[in-house]
């Protein structure tokens, strides 16, 4: 990678990817090395934090459920004014800044403001979780479609803009983002849209990390798999056929 020139003040939007340094993109971890400012969220871990250059100002703006260390208007201001001050500034995100990272939504206001930007893509744990699980997301005798989408909302909610129905119908993989809060409802969307109870189901907490937490399942079994494990967010729910490989693939049997 050549210099990053000095002349001139540059917001990165960094995708940390899903946990795992290794999968941390060269580009990345570069520009960590050279940055003046880091904005990172909370599901970055320490390994990657390490990659930033002892010199480098460090700022939280972590986000979990219930807590948010900045609003997402506090975290764009910033990156608004440390640009006007710094020159290499990086938003370092878990995961891939334009997927369900709200990366989109800060490149737009930075660009506004007249901020120079780059994305540095990054491994989305929608991916990378089902991956290090032993669970391909196509697979030619079982899918040949996938679908991301997010969970955050209540499938009931009537502020959702997911359209469950038109998901179940139309694609043989679905993977769902923040999705365990509200697990029962999507479920109960999924099945009044024609999934039967024996769909495979799979749910996958710090997917590419030493201690990775898992549940497979059915429609039927899940939630109160979920009960009896105590399993908690965050996690990634993977729906679907490809999941009856997971015993083979992952080299053993839950």
Known sequence: MN????TFAKVYLVG??????GL???KGKQILEVADVVIYDALVGAEILAM?????????????RGHHCLSQSEITALLIKKAQEKKVIVRLKGGDPFVFGRGGEEMVDLIKAGIATEVVPGITS???APAYSGIPLTHRDYSSSVTFVTGHQSAGDYRSQIN??????GSQTIVIYMGIHNLASILREL???????????????????????????????ILGQMQEKKFKAPAIV????????HSILAGHKD
């Open 3 to 6: 210099k990053i020139p000095n």
């Open 16 to 21: 940390a990817g899903p946990g795992d340094p």
């Open 24 to 26: 941390m993109t060269l």
């Open 52 to 64: 930033i250059n002892d010199q480098a100002e460090r700022i939280s703006a972590g986000k979990r």
């Open 126 to 128: 929608g991916i990378a």
């Open 164 to 169: 469950w129905k038109a998901i179940a119908q």
């Open 191 to 221: 099945t009044n849209a024609g999934l039967p109870p024996d769909t495979p189901i799979a749910l996958i907490r710090w997917a590419t990390l030493p201690h990775q937490e898992k549940l497979i399942g059915t429609f039927s079994s």
């Open 238 to 245: 993977v729906i679907g056929k490809t999941i009856n490989l």
